[in-house]
């Protein structure tokens, strides 16, 4: 009898994405879906094609993080009406796990060691 085949694992890839306002993660928790702006499609694409993705979500100079979702398409090249700045790019659906102010300070131990280890915030 044949063996079954090892299963394929992903890598996973955290990136913490700032929005400007609560606004659009708002918008994000209730239509499943995220912006951003160009210069980021091609980091994001590449690791969704080859790793699962993970968005943690911060308000610039919130002192929290709004919570996390899973990134379950790539960058199109669809524009959404929802954000009102012309600065954002496609349109790509997210998967909100959790939705939940956490302030930095819970995560001061983390740090990210492609950053110069500075504290994850």
């Not at 590449?46 to 990134?71: D, T």
């Not at 349109?91 to 939940?100: G, P, T, Y």
Request: proline share 5%.
């Amino acid at each position: 009898s044949k063996s079954p085949s090892p299963r394929q694992y992903k890598p996973v890839r955290y990136f913490i994405m700032k929005s400007s306002n609560f606004q659009n993660i708002d918008i994000s928790q209730q239509k499943g879906i995220w912006s951003t702006t160009p210069s980021n499609e091609r980091k994001l694409n590449g690791a969704f094609w080859e790793s699962m993705v993970y968005l943690i979500f911060s308000v610039q100079g919130s002192g929290h993080f709004q919570g996390f979702a899973r990134m379950c398409s790539s960058i199109g090249c669809e524009k959404s009406q929802d954000w009102g700045s012309a600065g954002f790019g496609g349109v790509f659906n997210v998967e909100w796990i959790r939705k939940e102010s956490i302030p930095f300070q819970f995560a001061h131990h983390l740090l990210n060691p492609w950053n110069d280890n500075k504290k994850v915030q």
